[in-house]
């Protein structure tokens, strides 16, 4: 599954704001496998590069599955004793909330199908038949790993593959703007593969931040976009598998492919994808992806018993066409 991308809709430049005395400042790069900016107003120079590559490595070190030696990944190998950080320790807890709020939807331990599908560092299987379907349907479930109080894992059976990619980014985030907290900055705008952080304003246009939200229909020739928000202490989230929807020849309807943890099988979802305000950016990656799990009535029904979440759903009806669902609060952002 393919984050969505988010555009940041405004040209910032290295301007001075006199009202406030604060110098605007941009950082960009790549990290985790993605890029990101960082963009904030300052009374100082903070050397934020620095800090940035700082996080990332430690980010990296404790849950990419595309580092061999990280955490992650050398208990996914088999090792034991592997004492996690506490970077690991908040990413698992906060896994684990939306694992049960989902039903099980969203699993971390899902990383064995999700390489078996190509999704993931691992060589796909090109013939997935019900056998090796069967078997690696039993290392799947949350329930079968544990964090012990002395920050070690411990798995039921020792090929249990854990990922975190679907909520790492966004705890990335918020990992950034407790940094830039500490520094006492009050506006600021991170975004990350498509998640992000916004704070305050944006103090050289004197309004919140805005950015938008691609059309997750558009081609790979022109780029389009489904709708701009002002965004201003919240953080978003887009999930959605970015133009690879499918369209029926039987029945018409458009769909896209996710893995459902609890068959193990990529199905259909007519949710093409789904956006995510919440209090922080790691809840908000975690809700965006097991949306896209559920599905359209299914994320309705999920979306009735969360506090402080509002979404932008993209969906197929079976009359083929294109619906959008907003709730309320997501619909005070818009401005489109």
Request: charged share 25%.
């Amino acid at each position: 599954m393919k984050k969505l991308s988010v555009l940041l809709f405004f040209i910032f430049l290295s301007v001075s704001c006199k009202d406030e005395g604060l110098q605007g400042y941009t950082k960009t790069g790549e990290a985790l496998g993605t890029t990101y900016q960082v963009k904030y107003f300052s009374s100082e120079n903070i050397n934020a590069e620095k800090a940035l590559d700082s996080i990332f490595e430690v980010i990296n070190s404790s849950m990419s599955t595309y580092q061999d030696d990280s955490d992650i990944s050398r208990i996914n190998a088999g090792a034991e004793n592997v004492k996690v950080d506490m970077h690991f320790r908040r990413v698992f807890e906060a896994s684990k909330q939306v694992f049960e709020e989902s039903n099980g939807y969203f699993d971390p331990t899902v990383g064995n199908l999700v390489n078996l599908y190509g999704f993931g560092p691992e060589q796909p299987l090109y013939e997935i038949d019900s056998i090796k379907l069967d078997s690696l349907k039993q290392l799947v479930g949350f329930k079968k790993v544990k964090l012990t109080q002395d920050n070690v894992i411990e798995k039921e059976d020792p090929d249990i593959y854990l990922d975190f990619n679907a909520i790492a980014k966004g705890y990335t985030i918020d990992v950034i703007a407790q940094y830039l907290d500490t520094k006492d900055i009050d506006n600021y705008l991170i975004e990350l593969g498509g998640e992000l952080v916004a704070k305050g304003k944006n103090l050289e246009r004197d309004s919140n931040w805005l950015v938008a939200i691609d059309n997750p229909l558009q081609t790979q020739e022109k780029r389009t976009l489904q709708t701009v928000l002002a965004l201003n202490n919240r953080a978003m989230a887009t999930s959605g598998n970015y133009r690879k929807f499918r369209v029926d020849s039987s029945t018409g309807k458009r769909f896209v492919h996710t893995i459902n943890p609890l068959t193990g099988k990529a199905e259909k979802s007519n949710l093409l994808s789904a956006s995510v305000l919440a209090t922080n950016c790691t809840l908000a990656d975690g809700y965006a992806t097991a949306f896209m799990a559920l599905g359209y009535d299914k994320s309705l029904e999920m979306l009735e018993k969360l506090e402080n979440v509002d979404v932008y759903f993209i969906y197929g009806d079976e009359k083929e066409s294109i619906q959008v669902f907003t709730t309320e609060g997501f619909g005070k952002v818009l401005r489109d």
